[in-house]
């Protein structure tokens, strides 16, 4: 019996050390960000500007920007918190894919340190 306990918390902990290694090489997202009404190959998601977002207590949160990408080169950085989207207030991280779907240039009211930020890039054409 004690056996048995030994060998069940031997593989679940090889198994989160697994897990682990893997998201560290950023082979399995964190959080995934995107809602399965968004896998369509012609929308333009949240991933595909560069930026990896997670819902917190404070709104939506940037974990992560690509490194080259758009929102790279909008200035974006982590851990700022991003108020709007092209004019949408975004409470959740999905709705963020959700903005992104409207054809006007890419604008977004952040929060860093306190201070509100505005940037707004034109879209390059999308696929």
Same mark, same amino acid.
């Given at each position: ?26 082979? *399995?997202?964190?959080?995934?960000? !995107? %809602?399965?009404?968004? /896998? @369509?190959?012609?929308? $333009? ?39 709007? *989207?092209?004019?949408?207030?975004? !409470? %959740?991280?999905?709705? /963020? @894919?959700?903005?992104? $779907? ?26």
């Amino acid at each position: 019996m004690r056996r048995s306990f030994v060998v069940i918390f031997l593989i679940l902990g090889l198994g989160l050390i697994v897990w682990i290694s893997l998201v560290a090489f950023r082979v *399995l997202p964190i959080f995934p960000v !995107s %809602s399965p009404s968004t /896998a @369509d190959e012609d929308m $333009l998601r949240a991933e595909d500007i560069g930026l990896l977002l997670c819902d917190t207590a404070e709104g939506v949160s940037v974990l992560a920007v690509q490194a080259g990408s758009l929102a790279e080169n909008m200035g974006v950085e982590p851990g700022d918190l991003v108020i709007s *989207l092209k004019g949408t207030s975004l !409470s %959740s991280a999905v709705q /963020a @894919d959700t903005a992104l $779907l409207e054809s006007a240039p890419l604008s977004m009211t952040l929060v860093r340190n306190g201070h509100r930020i505005e940037k707004q890039v034109s879209l390059p054409a999308h696929r």
